[in-house]
């Protein structure tokens, strides 16, 4: 045990800060906190505030006792708490899945403002934890949406997803790189996917909670072919998306001009590179000829 029986709120904060802070900035450690305090005892930030003093109980410390140690060992707190937030909406996640960006929200409102709640189909593929394709069913209750993705263990928690935010999405096993074994449905309006697009050479720059717990297969590319997953979206497309419909990519900041000049070789027009909150080319959308 890390921390006795008997702390309070304040005590538990200050040694739990003590103990990491080799590891995380104190930012990191206040918003993991404000997370697990959230989690385990449904409090807010403004319960922590107003009750420093307030003992916790015995059950809860073996609790955080554990999340200590796996936080010690660079597990994602998503990962630890088997949840994150995604645009308003709760996301069940676990090592089959990606941890949702707020880059990726970015994505989703790009898409909301385009849809404007009109009636569509939108296809999500890779859709992981569902993160993407739940809000835009949540946000959107015009749109028919389907998603899909080539793990069926992605594929159940992205169910799970929807359920939880009252979502009524069709989900299907899907390999894009074979589409010819998968019967997808009909017709889309929109095309959106966050595929794999960071190369082997970035690996090295990328911290160790990500190289450790997050599906490598949903991450990268090789550095011969970082394209390979955009390219065979837009082969998939050619049949499968509306003349005048939209594709929405998320990207590598390091391949924006590269990703116009492909979606121009595959006749799409009026192509809008745009950069997210850290100012990098993170989104592209073009519009089929």
Known sequence: MIFPSSTNIGELSSRFKRELKEQYTLPELQNFLYLIFQNL???????????????????????????????????????????????????????????????????????????????????????????????????????????????????????????????????????INFPETSDVLGLYDIIVSNPPYVTESEKRQMKKNVLKYEPHDALFVPDSDPLIFFRVILEFAQSKLQSGGNIFFEINERFGKQMIQLLEKFNYHNIILRKDINNKDRMIKGIKK
């Open 41 to 175: 005892m449904d409090l807010s930030k403004t319960d922590i505030h107003i009750n420093h003093g307030k003992e916790i109980p015995d059950h809860f410390m073996f609790k955080i006792n554990e999340i200590i140690n796996e936080l010690k060992e660079y597990k994602p707190i998503q990962y630890i708490l088997g949840e994150t937030e995604f645009y308003g909406c709760d996301i069940k996640i676990n090592q089959n899945t990606l941890i949702p960006r707020p880059e990726t929200e970015e994505l989703v409102r790009w898409i909301l403002d385009e849809t404007d709640g009109n009636r569509c189909k939108i296809f999500d593929i890779g859709t992981g934890s569902g993160c993407i394709a739940v809000a835009l069913a949540k946000n959107n209750i015009s749109a028919k949406v389907f998603a899909s993705d080539h793990s069926e263990e992605a594929l159940k928690v992205a169910r799970e997803n929807a359920g939880i935010n009252n979502t009524d999405i069709i989900f299907f096993h899907f390999n």
